[in-house]
């Protein structure tokens, strides 16, 4: 199966802005039962579902006074909103207990799943909130397009394996191919094929600073914000479908999705509709605590710059 290219229907096109960021949300939020409450996670400033438009519930792993700050250090933020967030996921506790058992008809995460270690477990803990029938969305960065380019796309196996191992910060293998084999993408096109080989590409960071960081997180359980896995719209098709397959996801896939309206060239849309309250056993158990976040200043800037540009986070 491969990606969806959007076609723009003659109903929406007369409701709806169809480009730019304005375009981008109208569509991911045409796709979801907006009418109710919904779950965005991790929307720092730029809210894919925005109030006061819609009843929507943020959460992010950070609280306020951190966001703010945070905001206030990053350029990319200048003149956005900032929401405010209506309850932390605290890292070590589930999800709903955080929410305090609220159950939504949707959810939605922009360009977040790529940053986590367990993103099955991450994402069970979100449908754990969704109600049966509900949709969660989900935008990722396309690894053809991105400073991913050099990488390898994640596996089904590795998925499966991390379900099961239950990381609960970036593993030195997940820092080590991030900062080892992406590359300094300073805007121009991504263009599969047409790319220099990997030796004549700019870097971030060294092998050897690459390693410093990978032993850094495993010696100091220091949690690095990393590209922990990479996609794209095929691959996300085999290893979902697998998933569901197997028993370990009760969802139906509906996409992926390019092309639609507003969105730049680099990432992709995928919507997961919940078909039951089952959860695989080993998926259950509660994540172990985990220390603060921290970023890579060279990759943070780079990717705010490009998120600006594109109008996502």
């Known amino acids: 199966m491969t990606a969806t290219t959007f076609a723009i229907s003659p109903s929406l096109a007369a409701e709806a802005p169809m480009s730019g960021p304005a375009g981008r949300r109208a569509f991911v939020v045409s796709h979801l039962p907006a009418d109710r409450c919904g779950l965005e996670v991790a929307p720092y400033f730029n809210a894919m579902?925005?109030?006061p438009k819609h009843d929507v519930f943020y959460v992010d792993y950070i609280d306020n006074d951190e966001i703010q700050r945070k905001a206030a250090d990053n350029p990319g933020s200048v003149g956005q909103n900032v929401p405010w967030i209506d309850a932390v996921w605290v890292p070590g506790k589930r999800l709903a207990e955080c929410v305090g058992g609220?159950?939504?008809?949707?959810?939605?995460a922009s360009h977040v799943m790529e940053h986590v270690p367990n993103p099955l477990g991450w994402l069970h803990?979100?449908?754990e909130c969704v109600e049966v029938g509900g949709r969660v969305a989900i935008v990722l960065p396309t690894r053809t397009r991105t400073m991913d380019y050099y990488r390898q796309d994640t596996t089904f196996g590795q998925v499966v394996g991390w379900s099961i191992e239950k990381p609960a910060l970036p593993t030195p293998?997940?820092?080590?191919d991030f900062l080892s084999q992406s590359f300094f993408h300073q805007g121009e096109p991504v263009v599969e094929g047409k790319?220099?080989?990997f030796t004549a590409a700019p870097r971030h960071y060294s092998d050897s600073e690459a390693l410093h960081f990978a032993k850094m997180v495993w010696n100091d359980r220091h949690y690095l914000d990393v590209h922990c896995t990479t996609w794209t719209p095929e691959s996300f098709t085999e290893i979902f479908g697998r998933l569901r397959e197997v028993g370990l996801l009760d969802c139906d896939i509906i996409g992926p999705f390019t092309g639609y309206p507003g969105a730049p060239d680099n990432e992709f849309l995928a919507f997961l509709e919940k078909r039951s309250d089952d959860r695989p056993a080993h998926i259950a158990a509660p994540q172990k605590s985990v220390p603060p976040v921290s970023l890579l200043p060279k990759v943070q800037r780079e990717a705010t710059r490009l998120a600006r540009q594109a109008g996502w986070r």
Do not use: D, G, N, S
Request: hydrophobic letters at 50%; glycine letters at 0%.
């Open 125 to 127: 803990e979100i449908l």
């Open 195 to 197: 790319m220099p080989p």
């Open 102 to 108: 609220r159950r939504f008809a949707y959810a939605v």
């Open 49 to 51: 579902v925005e109030r």
């Open 173 to 176: 293998t997940q820092v080590m």
